[in-house]
């Protein structure tokens, strides 16, 4: 009885310390991806001269084609090839391989993986960009504190902070940060075409995962806005643009930038990933159900930073 009773205390700690995850958004089995395209209408995903941590993903009759160099990790590794790409279509084709210096796993096809993840962000960014948030505008260094932001109420991303920016012009030495607790999400709905060129930084906890940079318009993966994200990498090689960029309606350019976080969407257009990019997804996070599980069977058998950009 006194064993029993200890598994059972050990085991209400184990639910005591985990994390609340009914706030916010949640991208579901996307948080396996980096990059996440659409492919839709047969285009391609252009790879040249990159480098990524987190795998890919190639939605629908997408193609890609990797004239390289270009080196793939799993997301948080350190071991070159490890990152995986995958797609939704079987293999008729989809995937060319240019040049024998490209190092990575796979490819992998007909996995529902890709076609989950990508139905679940979509859906995200339809139900977010519906929310009127609070007005912000971005010029040169600008600072956005989470806490200003229009409290949601909706399922989808409750108690998220919601934004709604209205004008943007920066250039590459200009950041944007943005303030808010670790337990916060900020959700920044735009409506036009962006040259994302400035640098992101965030303070106060708040992580990558945890703000969304959420394009809308457009609608049947077309229309969209043009999202084009060129920081400089090459001169500010420490500094990264920031957060989840979610643009399934429009098309995609990803030039000589350093992005922490993830790029997802690109619609009937073909997506540039080229010129020095490195884009570093943080691992994926397990669900807290799989984390009780895991709790159970350790104490079952009696068993008593992230870092900072790679430059």
């Not at 890609?64 to 293999?91: E, I, L, R």
């Not at 004008?167 to 900020?186: E, K, L, M, Q």
């Amino acid at each position: 009885m006194k064993r029993s009773a200890a598994i059972a205390l050990a085991l209400l700690l184990v639910f005591a310390a985990l994390p609340c995850f009914a706030d916010g958004f949640n991208i579901g089995t996307a948080s396996n991806f980096a990059i996440l395209y659409e492919g839709n209408g047969g285009h391609t995903l252009q790879t040249t001269n990159v480098t990524l941590y987190g795998n890919v993903g190639v939605g629908s009759t997408g193609h890609m084609t990797d004239s390289g160099p270009s080196t793939f990790y799993a997301a948080g590794s350190t071991v070159p090839g490890s990152g995986t790409v995958y797609f939704s279509a079987a293999n008729t084709g989809q995937f060319s391989n240019n040049n024998a210096a490209n190092q990575f796993s796979g490819p992998v096809f007909n996995s529902s993986i890709v076609t989950d993840a990508l139905s679940t962000v979509n859906a995200l960014n339809s139900a977010l960009g519906g929310i009127a948030g609070t007005s912000i505008t971005i010029h040169n260094n600008t600072t956005i504190n989470a806490s200003s932001g229009v409290l949601s109420t909706l399922p989808a991303c409750l108690n998220c902070r919601i934004f709604t920016l209205t004008s943007f012009n920066t250039t590459n030495s200009n950041i944007v940060t943005i303030n808010g607790a670790a337990s916060d999400y900020v959700v920044i709905n735009i409506g036009f075409s962006v040259n994302f060129n400035n640098q992101v930084t965030l303070t106060g906890g708040i992580t990558e995962d945890h703000v969304l940079w959420n394009f809308v318009g457009g609608t049947n993966l077309n229309g969209g806005p043009t999202l084009q994200i060129n920081t400089n990498a090459s001169s500010y090689p420490s500094l990264a643009a920031q957060g989840i960029f979610l643009d399934p309606n429009g098309a995609i350019s990803l030039t000589n930038a350093n992005i922490t976080g993830r790029v997802f969407g690109g619609g009937t257009h073909d997506l540039q990933y080229v010129s020095g990019t490195t884009v570093d997804a943080p691992p994926a996070v397990p669900e807290p159900a799989a984390l009780i599980l895991f709790g159970t069977g350790v104490l079952a058998v009696g068993s008593a930073s992230r870092r900072k950009f790679r430059s």
